[in-house]
């Protein structure tokens, strides 16, 4: 099985490539999108998905999903997710892509810092 790999479409045209992404996160992003999975087995993402009363509550508290560090070190990314309850806002330093996976099940907007997006541009266009 090729190792996963997330493909953002920013709002400029530009591509942001998240790898190594759990599968299960791949199918779910794959369904919302339309596409048909060879797989009858539910997964958790379904059974979040299927709760339209928990995803009226995450989705009251969540704001957005910014994607802004790259760890060098370790070769990863971080996103945080920004929470507001109406008085406190806190951000959450998560796994990008389960940041998305969360911003896609509640419909809330998706950032990527731009210096992310020219370094890998960067990167890939001189290897």
């Given at each position: 099985?090729?190792?996963?790999?997330?493909?953002?479409?920013?709002?400029?045209?530009?591509?942001?490539?998240?790898?190594?992404?759990?599968y299960d996160i791949v199918l779910f992003i794959k369904k919302q999108n339309g596409e048909a999975i060879d797989d009858d087995r539910e997964r958790f993402s379904d059974l979040l998905?299927?709760?339209?009363?928990?995803?009226?509550?995450?989705?009251?508290?969540?704001?957005?999903?910014?994607?802004?560090?790259?760890?060098?070190?370790?070769?990863?990314?971080?996103?945080?997710?920004?929470?507001?309850?109406?008085?406190?806002?806190?951000?959450?330093?998560?796994?990008?892509?389960?940041?998305?996976?969360?911003?896609?099940?509640?419909?809330?907007?998706?950032?990527?810092?731009?210096?992310?997006?020219?370094?890998?541009?960067?990167?890939?266009?001189?290897?």
């Open positions: 099985m090729p190792i996963p790999r997330l493909a953002c479409e920013l709002e400029d045209g530009r591509v942001f490539y998240l790898e190594r992404v759990p998905a299927s709760m339209p009363e928990v995803l009226e509550a995450l989705g009251r508290h969540v704001k957005r999903v910014l994607i802004e560090e790259f760890d060098e070190a370790r070769g990863v990314y971080s996103a945080y997710v920004e929470f507001n309850d109406g008085n406190v806002t806190l951000r959450r330093k998560m796994v990008p892509s389960h940041a998305i996976f969360l911003a896609l099940l509640v419909g809330k907007p998706i950032y990527v810092r731009r210096e992310l997006v020219d370094a890998q541009e960067s990167f890939y266009h001189d290897h």
